[in-house]
């Protein structure tokens, strides 16, 4: 029998494969070492081969691919369905490989190494703004365990910090002025560092026509347009712009029964650093929107109006996932509506 269906479980070092015929029939399951997996492929005909969304999912689905097969990637809470009673590899792997012959099933786009090398920028540039608000919390604690204490805002810590390390010292004792110190030098390092990483986002966008295309829509700016450019691609594998914003979980979560319908808060499912960073957007153009509302479009003006602004903010979020997909789909610069 020939194989036609491969599931395959990524591991670190052990992988798991589970090959079936058009029929259906089983015809391996097995262990392959990490080393051995591409000359495996090498000897099997051309066939489907399935594989969970995950951190190394898109190196071997390109290096698959090379070898003629048909790689899909699938989201690991679409496969889960299919899991029978048990959890081993074994079974893993046979779940992936039926759940990838459905044909309702939703796949995801394997990511180019350009895609994945910027996405690297972005992530060190995130796990670094949490290290600087965790030393800034810490040094503003510190602050307060000695009766001194800041204003709101990380601009304010910055400011306390270059002070300190010039010479201005709160009245503390030498021992905890040492250490604050210590966590005063880390964090303008951190702020160094993350307007680096920043830089480099904004010099990508600024080369990227599809970047530069996005960064028209207003509250969208390099960050942001890099970010969305080198996750979805050219938005092909949405067929339309709801199904992009609900990629991103910023759809009303549907609970009708009984010819009934019931629309909840935001579903949350998704990337959440770009539902993090058009939202943070469109609170900014709404901002802008209170102090100028001679621009702001009739359709904005209305919703925040109308609606709660955390609400109006995600609606806004919202329609801007639905340009984004209609720009990168048609390859169309951004439309203003009329104000």
């Given at each position: ?25 089983k ?53 889960k ?45 995130e ?49 905890a ?104 957007g ?42 984004i ?15």
């Open positions: 029998m020939t194989v036609k269906t491969v599931g395959l479980d990524l591991a670190k070092d052990v992988f798991q494969v589970h090959g079936i015929s058009e029929t259906g029939h015809i391996f399951n097995r262990k392959i070492k990490r080393a051995k997996l591409l000359a495996f492929f090498e000897n099997l005909p051309p066939c489907m081969v399935g594989m969970e969304a995950c951190g190394s999912a898109h190196h071997w689905g390109r290096e698959l691919r090379k070898l003629g097969h048909d790689v899909r990637l699938m989201p690991a809470t679409y496969v369905p299919y899991v029978k009673r048990g959890k081993t590899d074994a079974v893993d792997a046979e779940a992936i490989c039926e759940a990838v012959c459905r044909p309702t099933m939703r796949f995801v786009e394997i990511k180019t190494e350009d895609q994945q090398a910027l996405l690297t920028v972005h992530r060190a540039r796990l670094v703004v949490r290290q600087r608000t965790q030393v800034a919390n810490m040094i503003r604690g510190l602050l307060r365990e000695f009766g001194h204490v800041l204003p709101t805002g990380v601009e304010a810590v910055t400011a306390f910090s270059k002070r300190h390390l010039e010479g201005d010292h709160p009245d503390m004792p030498d021992l002025t040492g250490i604050l110190g210590t966590l005063c030098y880390q964090l303008l390092g951190l702020n160094a560092r993350i307007d680096g990483f920043t830089k480099l986002i904004a010099c990508h966008a600024r080369h990227d026509a599809d970047a530069r295309r996005l960064m028209q829509v207003p509250g969208i700016g390099p960050i942001t347009a890099s970010a969305i450019v080198a996750t979805i691609g050219d938005a092909k594998q949405f067929r339309t712009g709801r199904d992009l914003s609900a990629w991103l979980g910023l759809t009303p979560l549907n609970k009708s029964s009984g010819g009934k319908e019931r629309l909840g808060r935001i579903t949350k499912k998704g990337d959440h650093y770009i539902r993090k960073l058009l939202i943070v469109m609170t900014s153009r709404a901002l802008m929107a209170k102090r100028h509302p001679e621009k702001v479009d009739i359709w904005t003006a209305k919703m925040l109006a109308g609606k709660p602004f955390r609400l109006a903010t995600v609606a806004m979020a919202n329609k801007a996932a639905r340009a997909w209609a720009m990168l789909r048609r390859q169309e610069d951004y439309r203003q509506p009329v104000a």
